[in-house]
């Protein structure tokens, strides 16, 4: 069944049918850590490569990415949901008891199932969201793993074996 709808919530239901991977967009502000979770993730350009992130501009990581310049996209897998829960979070100290591997100028998540380094290309406007175009610096990822999924406001793993 399809429904019309045209209320921001029912907006936000419909577009919920959209299954994602979950992803954690880290940065850092100093030598502070700055991290939030992220769905609006897509490949944009494999010459160059390029990616981009959907940050909504009332948020600090928005801020912080802008003036660091450089953000990692970390892939969660599908263990990770109390990582998602705990980087969708407004809290300080997001990082207390998180594993971070250094040398890329910013943290990336050691549980991560793949993970993409960035520096800023580009932050467009895109309404309430900041649409940042990432130039790829750094890329890795781990073979035979099992992405999270969010779909109709649930975490999610894959329904079929390998
Ligand atoms: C599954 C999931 C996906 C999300 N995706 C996004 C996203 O793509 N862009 C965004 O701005 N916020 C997204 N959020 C909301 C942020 O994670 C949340 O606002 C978080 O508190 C931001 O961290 P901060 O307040 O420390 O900046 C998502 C939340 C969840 C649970």
Known sequence: MI?????TVDFRATMGRLATGVNVITTCTGSTPIGMTASAVCTLSLEPLQLIVCIANHLYTRTAIAEH?????NVL????????????ASKPDKFVGVETIDGHGVPVLKDAIAAVVCDVAEALPGGDHTIFVGDVRHFEHKVDSRPLLYFAG??????VPD
């Open 3 to 7: 429904e019309t709808l045209d209320t």
């Open 69 to 73: 310049g450089r953000f990692a996209v």
């Open 77 to 88: 897998g599908e263990d990770s949901e109390p990582l998602a829960r705990n980087f969708a």
């Open 154 to 159: 649930a975490f999610r793993a894959l329904g």
